[in-house]
């Protein structure tokens, strides 16, 4: 399997992943054309995509979906609530009628060769999930928008070869920066982001021997930068003893694409 980020961070959310004959896209959260020309960059033409799998419908992750699905025909994944929270959404223009295939947490599906199981996460939204997916015996885990995590998640994304975690903030950075009290809450709640350090946690729970990349996503803008969000995670690993010798750690960039990771 592959993943390459289009674009991860607060201001807009784009995951390919795919398979020696499938190409698929988690969120849509950037214009079309940033999608378009992030996918030509990678040599996978958009009109080969066969699925969009939303994870829940803040515009970080469906502003572009609306043009990518009337171009290209495209099948859109989500939960029912998350389709109709979507088609609700004015800006999202219409929709064609079939355009939705509606799934549940901890309901497996496959398109092509890959099989896709969504995960329910504690996010702001109305029916939130995220995804593992499985092709030619490899695991990759996406996990991103957690309020926090639990043995449920955990369970979710073990034996992965490769992990999409979330480091949203840096919970200083956070505190001291000119957000209003209420979003500061927000985001430190159970229903929120997770911070570097939780981040770090989350992720000594899930190193396995056939673990092999670790990307950090979906970094604040305000709250946060790629070498901290780095620092942090490698060092709270080291400071815990675990390990992450032969593990590829890296940070999934805000307005370009990441490098293709192939496992």
Do not use: W
């Not at 214009?31 to 030509?40: C, M």
Request: glycine share 8%; charged share 20%; hydrophobic share 35%.
């Amino acid at each position: 399997m592959k993943l390459c980020s289009i674009a991860s961070g607060s201001s807009g959310n784009c995951v390919y992943v795919g398979s020696s004959t499938t190409n698929l896209l988690v969120d849509a959260g950037i214009s079309a054309k940033r999608i378009e020309n992030g996918l030509n960059g990678i040599d996978i033409t958009p009109d080969t995509i066969q699925g969009i799998l939303i994870t829940h419908e803040h515009s970080d992750h469906i502003s572009g979906l609306g043009i990518l699905v009337r171009k290209y025909h495209i099948p859109v994944y989500a939960t029912y609530e998350t389709a109709i929270a979507i088609r609700q959404i004015k800006s999202m223009g219409e929709m064609p009628e079939d355009a939705f295939h509606y799934i549940k947490p901890n309901e497996a599906f496959q398109i092509n060769d890959i099989c896709v199981e969504p995960f329910s996460t504690s996010h702001d939204a109305v029916n939130p999930v995220c995804y593992t997916m499985h092709s030619e015996g490899q695991k990759v885990g996406i996990a991103t928008d957690l309020g926090k995590y639990d043995d449920y998640i955990v369970g979710k994304l073990k034996d992965a070869e490769l992990l999409f975690i979330e480091a949203n903030h840096d919970v200083n950075m956070l505190m001291v920066g000119r957000y209003p009290y209420y979003l500061k809450q927000r985001i430190l709640g159970d229903r929120g982001h997770l911070s570097n350090d939780t981040s770090a946690d989350l992720i000594s729970k899930l190193i396995n021997r056939k673990l092999r990349h670790i990307l950090l996503a979906h970094l604040s803008k305000e709250n946060n930068y790629e070498e901290l969000a780095y620092e942090t995670v490698y060092s709270e690993l080291n400071l815990r003893g675990v390990s992450i010798a032969g593990i590829d750690l890296s940070v999934a960039h805000r307005e370009q694409p990441s490098n293709m990771v192939l496992i």
